[in-house]
């Protein structure tokens, strides 16, 4: 069964710095990663979709890269912002598994402050 | 823009009550799927299902029914509530062309049983 672990369960940091969010997984045969972010109380935003065959993906100031071979994801934030403050999940999506399901990862809760 | 509607925010019942959770999709997206959310255990798979009145168990169906009438609807049926049950369900939808299509989420409805 796959399992997502997330790194570090919480971070918080001064508006303006770049930082990573980790998240790995143990089987590397999958379909996608998706990247999520969730504020509190409130449902899922997805954020970007990686799929098996890309390294990479960019939107804005968020960039996601996968290394599949070590099972391996990272999400940069560039210039953090104290609105990116909010839990940020990753999921995989495992080849062979039924309709594309995900398994998640427990999220990094990330406090950005002015 | 996908959009996934949850019927409630918010709901509190009683120990014993038969209990219905909404969600619909305007997307026309084959796959459906209701997770919970739980603080240290993260988001886990109650039941999915591809189809109208096609259903299938995920990891904790346990306590949980589910129905499909429609394919824009889907209900998650808690047969008799018991406090364990309280939780954040959320509900997501895919198109279903791919095992690896992007899933998008509703906003969640926060269950608490008395």
């Known amino acids: 069964k796959q399992e997502v672990t997330q790194i570090p369960a919480a971070l918080s940091v001064p508006e303006g710095e770049n930082l990573v969010l980790n998240c790995s997984f143990t089987?590397?045969?999958?379909?996608?990663l998706q990247w999520f972010r969730q504020d509190p109380g409130k449902g899922l935003t997805s954020l970007l979709l990686?799929?098996?065959?890309?390294r990479e993906q960019t939107s804005g100031r968020l960039n996601a890269s996968l290394d599949k071979s070590s099972g391996r994801s990272t999400l940069y934030i560039a210039a953090s912002q104290p609105g990116d403050s909010a839990t940020y999940l990753c999921?995989?999506?495992?080849?062979?598994?039924?309709?594309?399901?995900?398994?998640f990862g427990r999220g990094t809760q990330l406090t950005v402050w002015p | 823009d996908v959009k996934v509607t949850q019927s409630s925010r918010y709901l509190v019942k009683r120990t014993g009550e038969k209990v219905f959770l909404e969600c619909v999709q305007d997307?026309?997206?084959?796959?459906m799927f209701w997770y919970r959310q739980d603080p240290g255990l993260g988001l886990r798979l109650i039941y999915f299902?591809?189809?109208?009145?096609?259903?299938e168990k995920g990891d904790i169906p346990e306590g949980y029914s589910v129905s499909r009438e429609k394919k824009e609807r889907f209900s998650l049926i808690l047969e008799s509530a018991s406090t364990n049950q309280t939780s954040m369900y959320l509900c997501?939808?895919?198109?279903?062309?791919?095992?690896?299509?992007?899933?998008?989420f509703g906003p969640g409805t926060r269950l608490t049983v008395l």
């Open positions: 089987d590397s045969a999958i379909y996608n």
């Open positions: 997307m026309d997206h084959e796959n």
């Open positions: 999921a995989v999506s495992p080849r062979g598994s039924t309709l594309g399901r995900l398994y």
């Open positions: 990686i799929q098996s065959s890309q």
């Open positions: 997501a939808s895919s198109l279903g062309t791919s095992d690896w299509d992007e899933q998008f």
């Open positions: 299902s591809y189809d109208v009145k096609m259903k």
